[in-house]
């Protein structure tokens, strides 16, 4: 990966850390999209520590809030002409009804909608990579998700997390396709990184209860650096797989996603829309 630019958002701990550490190993550029300066100034000296001579930069990114992610994506522009690989990594699990800065309800908005954002504005750094790269972290539970347009806005009625969450990674999935298929120039996948046991459940966003179930299970889990092989062998892999736009499971495996997912018109219509909300939200793209 020598010579490679690669940004992975959520790269301070969990997947996306790992994912991070292992390509920086492997001689690429990273630029580490994180929302705590802290924790990912921490995971730069962490990453540099075991890895002399690594290249890293740490760029503040908030996928909650468009001004955040614009300056981000200035961020990058400025810091490089041409973007090899854009993993999408960071992502939320909430049980409770929040929103982002722009009003979108906030797992669709992080997971989603922010990422969306973010591609289109480093389009033109990705389309200047020999072969650039898009990855979409999406999930298993995106089989369960339907896309509700009312709902990315509103509270519409009795919020209930773990559908928003399946609904935020069936966009993910349905993104990857739909970028593949209006830029065939650029590799679009999405994937499933396995159950991991990461930083992922929160007490404040699920529950105390919920924490500690997790907590038990966990050591039945994949480790975030296990969890972060999917996405390495989607960065990395020569020749890129074939076709663009599929789903990989956690042991590298091109599946199927759920019937709604390869539903090319509703892929169409999230694009739209996703398009449409960005420019009532003051985007310019
Ligand atoms: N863990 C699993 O079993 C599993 C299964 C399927 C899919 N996934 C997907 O894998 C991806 C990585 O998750 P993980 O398991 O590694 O969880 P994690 O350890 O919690 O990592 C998530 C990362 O996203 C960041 N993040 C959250 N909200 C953000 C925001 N508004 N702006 C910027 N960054 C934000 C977090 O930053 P902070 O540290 O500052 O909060 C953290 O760095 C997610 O998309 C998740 O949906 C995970």
Redesign the pocket.
Known sequence: MNGKTICI?????????HTAQELARAGARVIL????RE?GENAAVRIRTEIPGAQVDVFP?????RK?IESFAGRVREATSSLDVLV??????SSRFET?EDGFELQVG??YL?HFLLTRLLLDRLKQAPEGRVIH?????HYGGKIDFERFRADKGRYKGMPA?AQ??LA?VLFASELARRYPDIRSYSL???????????PDKLGWLFTIGWTLFKPF??S?KR?AKTSLFLATATPAPEPNGQYFDEHQHPMKPSRLARDTQVARELWETSERLWREAGATI
């Open positions: 958002t959520g790269a301070n701990s969990g997947i996306g850390f999209g994180v929302r705590n924790k990114l908030d996928l909650s809030s955040s999408n990594n960071a992502g939320q699990m982002t992080v997971n922010g972290l999406s999930s298993s539970a969450y935020s990674k993910n499933h990184p396995g159950v991991v046991g990461s930083n992922i459940v929160r889990t994949f975030p969890g």
